[in-house]
């Protein structure tokens, strides 16, 4: 079946320890799209990758990087995490920028900071 | 800047009860999405209405885009624990891969 995959499912690192959070998808989809999202909260759109060219949130802290060197695989690093950094990481792929857009999303990423 | 409120931002019902989920804007969405979340898990897309006025059912859920496309409705009957989830609405506009997400809707089904 055509997926999103996310590894791992689980993160714990220390505090300031850099961390990359994997992202790949069968679907061949044009758009990768990285979210953070907290309790009970909608999830907040980190960065998206339109192709190989990508599109920064104003708002997302430079503590956050990604990299897509393919179609397939995309990837989050935190280079210094900090206690306000755990969250559910989630990663979409959506087929282009067509009316509907439907997003699918992967499983996420639980990060836990110490 | 297009935002989407979603209430009650918390429900807690018997089973076998019907609810109703309603998400808000001013602005006008090209399409609009209703995903279900799962503790621990991703999202699922459950429906997309692109039609002003569309209404659509998915078994015991029925999902409505009003008639000026600003604001949608779910609508469950005979509420199931397996309903149970963060219930997200999200509005796309055509040439723009960025999607408005809801404030959120959290159900919880007491069996």
């Known amino acids: 079946d055509a997926m999103v995959i996310q590894n791992p499912r689980y993160q714990v690192t220390q505090f300031g320890k850099p961390v990359t959070l994997s992202c790949s998808q069968t679907?061949?989809?044009?758009?990768m799209y990285w979210y953070q999202q907290k309790s009970s909260q909608a999830p907040k759109l980190l960065f998206h990758?339109?192709?190989?060219?990508?599109?920064n949130e104003a708002d997302t802290p430079d503590n956050f990087q990604s990299r897509r060197p393919n179609t397939s695989f995309c990837f989050l690093d935190i280079r210094s995490p900090g206690l306000g950094d755990a969250a559910m990481y989630l990663c979409?792929?959506?087929?282009?920028?067509?009316?509907?857009?439907?997003?699918?999303f992967g499983p996420g990423t639980r990060l836990t900071v110490l | 800047t297009q935002l989407l409120e979603q209430s009650p931002q918390f429900l807690s019902i018997q089973e076998g009860e019907n609810l109703t989920v309603y998400c808000n804007s001013s602005?006008?969405?090209?399409?609009l999405q209703w995903y279900r979340q799962e503790p621990g898990e991703g999202p699922v897309l459950l429906v997309t209405?692109?039609?002003?006025?569309e209404v659509k059912k998915l078994k015991r859920l029925t999902f409505q885009f009003g008639d000026a496309r600003k604001d949608s409705s779910l609508h469950i009957t005979a509420a199931q624990p397996g309903d149970t989830g963060l219930y997200l609405c999200?509005?796309?506009?055509?040439?723009?891969?960025?999607?408005?997400f809801g404030t959120g809707t959290r159900l919880t089904i007491i069996p």
């Open positions: 990758y339109y192709d190989k060219d990508f599109n």
């Open positions: 679907l061949n989809h044009n758009v």
């Open positions: 209405v692109v039609t002003g006025g």
């Open positions: 602005s006008v969405f090209s399409s």
């Open positions: 999200a509005g796309a506009n055509f040439g723009n891969e960025k999607l408005t």
């Open positions: 979409a792929t959506s087929r282009d920028r067509l009316a509907g857009n439907e997003q699918f």
